[in-house]
């Protein structure tokens, strides 16, 4: 164990954080703000990442890929919206559930239509190849780029909520939508602009992935779990709390998939370490999620009264 192997997990930790932001970010608002719960949602980022790949290859233009697959995403996140939120929102989350879960099946089994049953492979952009020095252990250029993203998208989704006419009136109607629209705000086009938002995140979440990730059908799946874990933990509706608990979440399960089967090597056998110590480190961010809902049920970032 060494402080060049610690620094280097300790910023894929950062890494996974930001792409978890990016995922969790637009669930949070999706469910946090319009009350509808989009277990579909991980089928964006699958949706951004295949776009992303497959305009790259043919491409060659990082930033088109980028914004394609954004696009995509977004218009794909528009047609859930008006075909099967829209008629939902006055109904239970149980039905909201059912639906949305029926569209992630169908979204992975159309991946495999066009696609195909095996993984698609894409390549780091050439000029945003090779690898930095920092303090001493070498750390690769890509990753740091999706971090810098992760941030300037953090203050920016933060900024916008906050601090601009289109969020303030998003969180009016969130509160009180009938009170919005009789205002004269069309509540309608101000919900689709936000579900476009959130699922344009997603993308763009799933088309940095895909470089570093295995792009194929089914990969928003355990994305989607570690989202939800986010959004409890850092608070629904919250944005600083969804990049608070994503960074953490990441950290913690990164340095524990590292270091706890070393560490239970001190006092196990090395084949009962492993194990052990893997199944262990799986667990620990929802033994996180169990303490955050018994000690704070509405999010570390969140206060009761909200």
């Known amino acids: 164990m060494n402080s060049s192997l610690f620094l280097s997990q300790l910023l894929n930790g950062l890494q996974l954080g930001v792409l978890l932001f990016l995922l969790s970010s637009g669930l949070t608002l999706i469910f946090g703000i319009m009350n509808f719960i989009n277990l579909a949602h991980g089928s964006l980022y699958m949706v951004g990442a295949f776009i992303g790949a497959a305009t790259y290859n043919a491409s060659g233009s990082f930033l088109f890929s980028v914004a394609a697959a954004m696009a995509s995403a977004a218009i794909v ?56 020095t920092i303090f001493g252990a070498p750390y690769p ?28 009136l998003t969180r009016a109607g969130a509160t009180s939508s009938a009170m919005v629209s009789v205002l004269g705000v069309n509540i309608d086009l101000l919900k689709k602009a936000l579900f476009m ?53 990441a950290i913690i399960d990164t340095l524990g998939r590292a270091y706890l089967p070393f560490l239970l090597g001190l006092v196990l056998p090395p084949s009962a370490a492993n194990t052990t110590g893997n199944a262990v480190a799986s667990m620990l961010i929802y033994i996180l999620m169990a303490f955050v809902l018994a000690f704070r049920p509405h999010g570390i970032m969140v206060s009761a009264k909200r």
């Open 77 to 132: 996140g528009a047609l859930i919206e008006h075909l099967v939120a829209r008629p939902l929102y006055r109904y239970d989350h149980l039905y909201q559930v059912l639906a949305t879960f029926g569209l992630m099946m169908f979204f992975n089994e159309l991946a495999i239509v066009i696609w195909g049953n095996r993984p698609y492979f894409v390549e780091i952009p050439q000029f945003i190849r090779g690898a930095v």
């Open 141 to 168: 250029v890509y990753r740091l780029l999706i971090i810098a993203i992760g941030i300037v998208v953090a203050f920016g989704a933060w900024f916008l909520i906050q601090r601009t006419r289109f969020g303030m």
């Open 197 to 249: 938002l959130g699922a344009a995140l997603s993308g763009l979440a799933g088309t940095l992935a895909g470089p570093i990730l295995s792009v194929q059908s089914g990969m928003g799946d355990p994305v989607l779990i570690l989202a939800l874990v986010v959004i409890v933990v850092g608070g629904i509706g919250s944005i600083r709390g969804a990049l608070f608990a994503a960074i953490v979440i």
